[in-house]
Nanobody
């Protein structure tokens, strides 16, 4: 079973930047073959898919809420996917989760992903 661990969550102020990491282990396949996505869940709200990179990073997608501010990237040598977040605002406050799918395709829907990390908290204050 693929194991994912997120880190990098912190408390920051509006306009600041933050980078989250998602480290994978115990893989059945080469890490490049997985589609890896970032989701977030704010208190009282549904989990929201915000970014995904497909197998071999052939495509990346972003939700409208983060497009132009967030960047997803993968370092295959480190089995790590990053989420660089800039120009953060209070609406970005949430628990951020990474998830992986063996199909290699990107769909920003939680049902598509079978492996999940435990989440990391991001809090943005004005």
């Amino acid at each position: 079973q693929l194991h994912l661990v997120e880190s990098g969550g912190d408390s920051v102020h509006t306009g600041e930047s933050l980078t989250l990491s998602c480290v994978a282990s115990n893989m059945n396949f080469k890490f490049d073959l997985y589609a890896v996505a970032w989701f977030r869940q704010a208190p009282g709200k549904e989990r929201e898919g915000i970014s995904c990179t497909s197998s071999s990073d052939t495509s990346t997608i972003y939700s409208d809420s983060v497009k132009g501010r967030f960047t997803i990237s993968r370092d295959s040598a480190k089995n790590t996917v990053y989420l660089q977040m800039s120009d953060l605002n209070t609406e970005d406050t949430a628990v951020y989760y990474c998830a992986a799918a063996t199909t290699g395709l990107c769909v920003l829907h939680s049902n598509f992903f079978g492996s999940w990390g435990q989440g990391t908290q991001v809090t943005v204050s004005s």
